[in-house]
């Protein structure tokens, strides 16, 4: 089954192609994004990613879930342009996945020696 990002991904796709063959629908904000291009998506994702710390720095989980929900819409329309598939991006989180202990040991540096 596919999750609710997998099929929004499938979406922002069908409007690159849409976009690519100068079919762009009116009204798209995704295909407003792709024609102002990759600088404009990055300055969104930083946008974005700017306003999630606010909203947690705040304690306000209801802006916060709608922030994320924001950046992540953001990350997906620059993984589009990019030319990256979402299945590219969720290998790399199955692959962390399969490792157990993930956590790195400190090092602890002895200034004195
Ligand atoms: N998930 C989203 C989504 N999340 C956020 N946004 C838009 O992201 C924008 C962020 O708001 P801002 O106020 O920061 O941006 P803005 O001031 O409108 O625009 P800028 O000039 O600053 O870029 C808003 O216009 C939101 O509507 C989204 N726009 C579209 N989608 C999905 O993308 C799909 C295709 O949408 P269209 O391409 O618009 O048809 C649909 O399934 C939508 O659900």
Known sequence: MMTVYQEIFEVLKARKEQFDKGEAPEKSYTCYLYQQGVDKICKKVGEEAAETIIAAKNGDNDELKNEINDLLYHVMV????????????????????????????????????
């Open 78 to 113: 620059l993984a589009v342009n990019q030319g990256l598939d979402w299945a590219d991006v969720e290998k790399v989180l199955d692959e962390r996945n399969e490792k157990i202990g993930n956590l790195k040991q400190f090092k602890t540096v002895d200034k004195n020696t």
